[in-house]
């Protein structure tokens, strides 16, 4: 009996969070270098998608117009992912700050569209300040990627979305297991997925010990899936990963589970981002 049809899974690697340091491993990209030749592996072991932060001299979370502009300069040489640029940022700044790499016009951006409790402290974001975010998006022509914490942020999403500032389809992320946030369960998955609505596309991130059987529903469940350092630093027990391992293992799994990945050109293609 052949296998049932879905699409091609459009894996996504997150090399470099906000918070993982050296210290915590060796194998974190902090320099613009790094994270474009951790990109480069990412891209020939399956990645489609590259989301990064960035970094400073001594490797705090900023907003680094030029960081952010050396990376995706240097993605778009030598790969033919899609790259997409954060917009997260705790720490209070004006809004202009998060949303100005949108004029280097990266294939996609993250867009949080709704506050959560993090282990730090409260993550704010305005829904005043989110809708500016998305309409800069749609006029710098940058796919925004939703970001979903719990079931309000779907629906958050589905209003951007029906408002006209989220064009189709649109693409949701489900973060789980970020701790004060929703754990990862698969019951949870199966509920926020329920939410999403017909015409949308949807991955799945699992942070800590929660990434491999997130992306496993993924694959199965007919979705996608984001792996990577800033999710999760460990392959296993006590195990240190680096980012082209943990895409290599999503390679596996899917090979395994008949679903075939898809390239990035054709990951461009489902999501409908015009060629950069």
Known sequence: MPA???PKLIITVAPVGSLPTKADSPHVPVTPDEIIEDGIACWE?????LHYHARDKD????????????VLEGLRK????IVQISTGFRAPVHRDDRIRA?????????LNVGSVNLPRGPYPNDPVDVEYYAAKMIEYGVKPEIECFDLSHIHAGITLWKKGLIKDPPWFDMVLNVKNAL????????????????GAMWSVIGVGPAQLPASTMGIVMGGHC????EDNLFYAYKQLATNAQLVQRVVRLAAELQ?????PAEARAMLRIENS
């Open 4 to 6: 049932p049809s879905k």
């Open 45 to 49: 072991a399956g990645a489609s998608i």
């Open 59 to 70: 490797q705090k979370a900023c907003l680094d117009y030029d960081f952010f502009a050396r």
């Open 78 to 81: 030598h790969t033919r992912l």
């Open 102 to 110: 949108v004029d280097l016009r990266p294939d996609m951006m993250s």
């Open 183 to 198: 754990p990862y369960h698969p019951r949870h998955l199966v509920h926020m997925v329920d939410t999403v609505p017909d």
């Open 226 to 229: 984001r792996v990577g350092l």
């Open 259 to 263: 679903r075939e990945v898809a390239t």
